[in-house]
């Protein structure tokens, strides 16, 4: 099963019924310079870990499970909303993403460590 994160101003009543609607823009500086700061270099297109991302109607949706977990995905949202304050949203399944839920899927520093 796919997974997207939707990331914007949005109506959380609407993201709970599995639609989007976009209350107002996100900062456009700010979401490209982050997108800029985490997107593949190796790709024309914007995308994480070779996933494709979208920037429309003031929002961005990228990949979440697809079905791995896309760290980039994860790390880009956490910065955007810290940034603008921003919902996050998993639309198609209908619920609001918190951002400590997505912070526990990032590898903790010391587990990389004994990864290694």
């Known amino acids: 099963m796919l997974h997207f994160l939707t990331a914007g101003h949005i109506d959380e009543a609407a993201a709970r019924r599995g639609e989007l609607r976009v209350l107002a823009s996100l900062d456009n500086g700010v ?18 870990a070779q996933r494709p991302v979208e920037l429309r109607d003031g929002c961005v949706r990228c990949p979440w499970y697809t079905p791995q977990v896309n ?6 949202v956490l910065a955007l909303q810290a940034e603008t304050r921003c ?25 990389r460590a004994r990864a290694k």
């Open 31 to 48: 979401a490209t310079r982050l997108l800029d700061q985490y997107r593949d270099r190796s790709s024309g297109e914007i995308t994480f």
């Open 71 to 76: 760290l980039v995905s994860i790390k880009f």
């Open 87 to 111: 919902v996050i949203a998993d639309i198609e399944h209908g619920r609001i993403v918190t951002p400590a839920e997505l912070a526990a899927l990032l590898p903790k520093v010391g587990d």
